[in-house]
Structures are given as C-alpha cells and as structure tokens.
C-alpha cells in the first residue's frame, strides 16, 4: 500500500533550520522523481525543490542557497535541509513523488516560521 510519511515540521523562529524527511512506501523509490512543494494559506501549491531519479536537483529561486533536497534511495526517503528560515517560508510542505505512469502526493507537513 503506497503511504508517505512526512516529518520534521514545526515551529522555528526566522533564521532558525528545520530537517524535512518524506519517508516512502509502497513504491519503488529510485526510480520516482521527488519534490517538495508548499501551499501558504490563501495561495496556490508552489514548487520548492525537486530531485531527479539520478539525483539532479532544481530549486525555485526563493529558496536557492537556503534549501538543499537530498535523497537516500536504501532508506526510500527523501530529505530538504531548510536553512535561514523566513516568514514567508510558512506553509504545509507536501513530498510528491512522479513518473510518466502517475504522481502522488503525500499528506503535507507544516511549517511556521516566526518570532
């Protein structure tokens, strides 16, 4: 049965770090392109970071230099390493994982950043 588990969301205050980790079953793993999106309250679901199979990555901008996606393919899990954290980093973070055969999504966890 495909499941996520996403973990490592909280409440830090600006400047501080949070770990995500999107833990994976049900699916094999290495051959799925993961990401991280996030949805603030009031705005659309965003692209943060994605990874490909082969371990290339891609950030959005707002998050270049801040943010580093990581994959462990023997633990099926996949990581973002959130650093200087902002308020505007506040929203649910959602793993995702696709191929050309389909995409899931998993049920999000949430960050809030501030003071």
Known sequence: Q???????GGLVQPGGSLRLSCAVFGLTFSIYN???YRQAPGKQR????????????NYADSVKGRF???????????????????PEDTAVYYCHAVRTVGDYWGHGTQ???SS
């Not at 580093?68 to 902002?86: E, F, G, P, V």
């Open 111 to 113: 960050v809030t950043v």
């Open 46 to 57: 965003e692209l943060v970071a994605t990874i490909s199979s082969g371990g290339s990555t």
């Open 68 to 86: 580093t996606i990581s994959r462990d393919s023997a633990k099926k899990t996949m990581y973002l390493q959130m650093n200087s954290l902002k």
């Open 2 to 8: 495909l499941q996520f588990v996403e973990s490592g």
């Open 34 to 36: 993961m990401g991280w």
